[in-house]
C-alpha cells in the first residue's frame, strides 16, 4: 500500500480567555486553544496564520511562557504543567507534572525559574534542569498566600544586585513583594492602593547594570495601572539639608525621609524585613559577604484612560529603533493604549516633571459588548502591537518608520494588519459552498464563520472572511443553498436563512477566493442587528453610514471588522418544530431541507422536510423514531431519506409516486447504543451509520422492498465511539473514502472498491495526540 501523506492546508483557532495564554519570542506567537497550544509566527511572509497545534492537555490551556528559544511552558485548568522542545521548528512534548490541585491562573519565567500560581493558593517555584537526554522541572520552593488567589507574578533582578525580586497581585487588592538574595524567597512588602482585584504585573526590564531604577506596572480590575520605583536606598540623599520651601512644610518629604531613616537601620533591619511609611517601603536583602542592601519601593504614578478594568500589562523591548518606555495595556473596554512618558517644564523653566501620557489608543471607540481584550503582547522586537479579544481573535497594528515631527522628536505611525482567530467554542456544523471555494462553520459560540483562500501576493492562504451571523443562541449547524444563500440553525425553535450582502460578493472576487456570476448591485450593502433582535436586517446603501467602506473588499478583514460589518441579511424563518433544533441536511440538489428537534416522544421525533424556494413543507413530516433524530442525509439522487436517532435506530424513507413527500420504506435497530450520524455514498448504493457503540456500519440499497430484515454489507470495529462519518471518491472513481470520527479526536480513513462494498481496509489513522 502506499504510504498516505497528509498536510494541514489550514488551522483556525481561538485564545482561550486567560491573560497568560499567549506568550511572544521574537515573532514566534505561542497561544492557548482550547487544550492544544497553537503556534503562529507573524513574520511569515505566505501569511498562512496558525501553522501547528500542540496537543498534550486534558484540560483547557490557560497560560503559555516560552523559557528560551528551545523551551516551551504550557499549563492548564487540572493543575498540569508541561514542557515542550523546539528541535528544526518540530515541537515535541518532553516533560509534564501535575504541579498544583486546582487551575493554575499565573506563569512567569525567569531565566532557569518558572513560577505557577494556582487557585489553590500557593504560588511553587521550579527550576529548569536539562540535560543531553531529558528536560524536567525540579519544586525548589512553596509560597502559601493563605486563601488568596494568585493572578499575576512577575519576576526580575533588582538593580545593581543579583537578588531577585517577585512581585504578587491576588484577591486581596494588595501587591505581595518577595525578595531572594540567597536559597528562598522571603515576604518584604505589601504595596496597597489599588481598590480592587490587581490582574496584571510588569516589570521594566533593566537595560544595563549600571541602571539603578526598577519600574514595576500593576494594573487592576479597578481600571487603573500603577507605577511604582525601585531603587537602592540613598541614606545621605535622605538626609540632605531641606530647602527653605520644604522647611516650611511641617509634613515635607524631607521629615518623612527623616522618619524612615531612623526606621531605616541596616544593623536592625531583617533580609526581607518591611519598613511601610506614607512615602515608601524599605526592603532589606542580604549582599555579598553577608553585607546588607536596602532598597526603597515609592508609587510613582497613576495611569488613568481606561473605562474598565485593566487586564494585562506589556513593556515594549527595549532597542535603539525605540529607546523610549512604552507600556502596553489592555483592557476589557475594548481599548488597547500605549502609555509613555512626557517631560513637562514648570513656569520658570528651571525644573522639568515627567508624565506619562496615552500616546495611542487602539481598538474600539467606547468598547463594544464582546468583553473586550483579554491580552496584549509586543511582537518582532516592539515593531507590532497585538491584543486579543474576548471572542478569541488577534487584532494587530505595525509601527511604521518614525517621522520628524517638525520639533525634534519623533512621531510614531501605526496601521492595523490582518491576524488570525476562530471559534471559541466547539464547531458543531460544517458546509462547503456549491463549488468547494469556501466553507461555513456553526460553532456553540453563537457565531456562523465563512473561511476562503485569499490571495496574498503570488501566494494564496486560508482566512476567515465573512462572521455572517452572530446570535443569541448557540449556533449547530448551517448548510449553503447556493454560493449566496445558506440556511442555520441554534438551539431555538427556527431556521433561519441568510443572503449574502454586495460587500461579501465584492470581498469574495477582490481577493480572488471565488468567481461569482452574479449582479451585486441590487443587494443590500450589508445587514446589521437591531438593539435587544435576533435576526440580521438588511442596510441599503441609503442607511448604510459609515457601515460599508469600498476599502474593506480589497483587503480580508480585521477581527473587529468581522464582528461588526459582514454579517448577512437574514431573508426567512422556518418554523415547525416544538422543541429546540438539533439536526440539519440539505438535498444534493439543494432544492430541499430537512431539520429535526429535541425530543423524548414519539410527536416530536419527527424530521421535517421543507422546499427551499417558498420554505412550505415538502409532504408529511417523517415519523417513525421515538427520540431525538440526531442526523439526517439525502441520497445523491434526493430519492431517499434516511435518519438515525438516539433510539438507537435507522430509518429509511423514499420518495413517493406522486414526487411531493417521502414515505418510510426500511429500519433498522442492530446497534446497541446511539447512533450519532449517517451518511450517504458519492455513489449512492450504500450508506453508512455511525455510533456510540464503537461500530460503524455500511448497508446496502439492494435491500429495499426484500426483506424486513437489514443485514449491514460490512461492521467496522473501532476502538472508541464514532460520532461522525462522511463519504468521497477519488477522482477517477475506481475507490471510494469512508472517513470516521471518533469521540477522542481521532480520524480514521478507510476505503475499497466501489464493487466490492463488504472489504474495507484502513488507510489512515489521524490521531489527536
Given at each position: ?48 496564520g496558525v501553522y501547528t497545534a500542540l496537543p498534550g492537555h486534558t484540560g483547557r490551556v490557560t497560560g503559555v ?472 436586517k438588511a442596510v441599503s446603501e441609503a442607511n448604510a453610514g459609515t457601515s460599508y467602506d469600498v476599502e474593506r ?154 426483506s424486513n430484515k437489514w443485514s449491514p454489507e460490512a461492521t467496522l470495529k473501532l476502538p472508541e465511539a464514532a ?47
Amino acid at each position: 500500500m502506499a504510504e498516505t501523506v497528509v498536510t494541514t492546508a489550514y488551522i483556525s483557532a481561538a485564545t482561550n480567555r486567560f491573560p497568560h495564554a499567549a506568550a511572544v519570542q521574537k515573532s514566534l506567537i505561542a497561544f492557548a486553544s482550547s487544550t492544544y497550544v497553537a503556534l503562529w509566527n507573524t513574520e511569515d511572509s505566505n501569511d498562512t496564520g496558525v501553522y501547528t497545534a500542540l496537543p498534550g492537555h486534558t484540560g483547557r490551556v490557560t497560560g503559555v511562557r516560552f523559557i528560551n528559544d528551545a523551551l516551551l511552558l504550557s499549563a492548564d485548568d487540572t493543575g498540569v504543567i508541561k514542557l515542550w522542545r523546539n528541535s528544526d521548528n518540530q515541537w515535541t512534548f518532553v516533560f509534564s507534572s501535575t504541579a498544583h490541585g486546582k487551575a493554575i491562573s499565573a506563569l512567569a519565567v525567569y531565566d532557569d525559574l518558572i513560577f505557577t500560581g494556582a487557585s489553590d493558593s500557593l504560588v511553587k517555584i521550579w527550576k529548569t534542569n536539562s540535560s543531553s537526554d531529558k528536560d524536567e522541572l525540579l519544586e525548589v520552593q512553596t509560597l502559601n498566600l493563605k486563601n488568596r488567589y494568585p493572578l499575576s507574578i512577575d519576576v526580575t533582578r533588582l538593580p545593581c544586585s543579583q537578588a531577585l525580586i517577585l512581585a504578587i497581585g491576588s484577591t486581596d487588592r494588595s501587591i505581595q513583594i518577595w525578595t531572594r538574595s540567597e536559597q528562598d524567597f522571603v515576604p518584604s512588602a505589601s504595596l496597597s492602593g489599588h481598590e480592587d482585584w490587581v490582574k496584571t504585573l510588569a516589570f521594566r526590564q533593566l537595560n544595563s547594570d549600571n541602571e539603578n531604577t526598577l519600574v514595576l506596572a500593576s494594573g487592576s480590575q479597578d481600571s487603573t495601572i500603577r507605577l511604582w520605583n525601585i531603587e537602592p536606598y540613598d541614606r545621605l540623599k535622605t538626609n540632605a539639608t531641606p530647602t527653605a520651601e520644604q522647611s516650611t512644610n511641617p509634613l515635607s518629604d524631607e521629615l518623612l525621609d527623616a522618619f524612615e531613616a531612623s526606621l531605616g537601620d541596616l544593623a536592625d533591619a531583617e533580609e526581607g524585613g518591611r519598613q511601610i511609611s506614607l512615602k515608601r517601603h524599605i526592603i532589606t536583602i542580604r549582599g555579598s559577604q553577608g553585607s546588607q542592601q536596602q532598597f526603597t519601593i515609592t508609587f510613582d504614578a497613576l495611569l488613568v484612560g481606561h473605562e474598565a478594568g485593566v487586564t494585562t500589562l506589556s513593556w515594549r523591548p527595549s532597542s535603539s529603533d525605540y529607546p523610549e518606555p512604552t507600556l502596553l495595556s489592555t483592557s476589557t473596554d475594548s481599548s488597547l493604549i500605549l502609555w509613555s512618558p512626557s517631560t513637562i517644564l514648570d513656569s520658570s523653566h528651571d525644573t522639568s516633571t515627567t508624565l506619562w501620557i496615552n500616546r495611542h489608543r487602539f481598538g474600539d471607540v467606547g468598547g463594544q459588548r464582546l468583553g473586550g481584550f483579554v491580552l496584549g503582547l509586543w511582537s518582532r522586537g516592539g515593531k507590532e502591537a497585538l491584543g486579543c479579544g474576548w471572542s478569541g481573535g488577534w487584532r494587530r497594528w505595525d509601527c511604521l518608520p518614525n517621522v520628524q515631527n517638525g520639533v525634534g522628536t519623533r512621531d510614531e505611525q501605526w496601521q492595523e494588519l490582518g491576524a488570525i482567530g476562530g471559534h471559541v467554542g466547539p464547531v458543531k456544523g460544517l458546509s462547503w459552498s456549491p463549488n468547494g471555494e469556501y466553507l461555513i462553520s456553526a460553532g456553540v459560540d453563537q457565531t456562523t464563520r465563512i473561511h476562503g483562500q485569499v490571495q496574498s501576493g503570488s501566494s494564496k492562504s486560508w482566512h476567515e472572511i465573512s462572521r455572517p451571523q452572530v446570535h443569541g443562541y448557540d449556533l449547530l449547524d448551517a448548510a449553503f443553498l447556493d454560493p449566496l444563500k445558506f440556511v442555520s440553525i441554534a438551539d431555538e425553535k427556527v431556521a433561519r436563512v441568510f443572503e449574502a450582502p454586495r460587500e461579501f460578493i465584492e470581498t469574495v472576487q477582490n481577493l480572488h477566493v471565488a468567481e461569482l456570476s452574479t449582479d451585486a448591485t441590487e443587494r443590500p450593502c450589508a445587514a446589521t442587528v437591531p438593539p435587544l433582535g435576533l435576526s440580521n436586517k438588511a442596510v441599503s446603501e441609503a442607511n448604510a453610514g459609515t457601515s460599508y467602506d469600498v476599502e474593506r473588499t480589497t483587503r480580508r478583514p480585521f477581527e473587529g471588522e468581522l464582528a461588526a460589518f459582514t454579517l448577512w441579511p437574514e431573508i426567512d424563518k422556518v418554523f415547525g418544530h416544538g422543541y429546540e433544533s438539533i439536526t440539519l441536511a440539505v438535498s444534493t440538489k439543494r432544492r430541499l431541507a430537512a431539520t429535526a428537534c429535541k425530543a423524548t416522544s414519539p410527536e416530536h421525533a419527527v424530521v421535517r422536510v421543507y422546499d427551499t424556494e417558498k420554505w412550505q413543507p415538502f409532504g408529511a413530516p417523517l415519523a417513525g423514531h421515538t427520540l431525538t433524530v440526531t442526523s439526517a442525509a439525502f441520497s445523491p439522487d434526493d430519492k431517499y431519506v434516511v435518519t438515525v436517532s438516539r433510539d438507537r435506530s435507522w430509518r429509511l424513507f423514499a420518495l413517493n409516486e406522486t414526487g411531493d413527500g417521502f414515505v418510510s420504506v426500511a429500519a433498522d435497530k442492530s446497534h446497541a447504543r446511539i447512533i450519532w450520524d449517517c451518511s450517504w455514498a458519492i455513489e449512492g448504493d450504500i450508506f453508512a451509520t455511525a455510533s456510540r457503540d464503537k461500530q460503524v456500519k455500511i448497508w446496502h440499497t439492494r435491500n429495499i422492498g426484500v426483506s424486513n430484515k437489514w443485514s449491514p454489507e460490512a461492521t467496522l470495529k473501532l476502538p472508541e465511539a464514532a460520532t461522525a462519518v462522511t463519504f468521497t471518491s477519488s477522482s477517477d472513481g475506481s475507490r471510494r473514502y469512508l472517513a470516521i470520527g471518533l469521540e477522542t479526536g481521532e480520524i480514521l480513513v478507510y476505503s475499497n472498491e466501489p464493487s466490492t462494498p463488504q472489504t474495507w481496509r484502513e488507510d489512515l489513522h489521524m490521531s489527536s495526540q
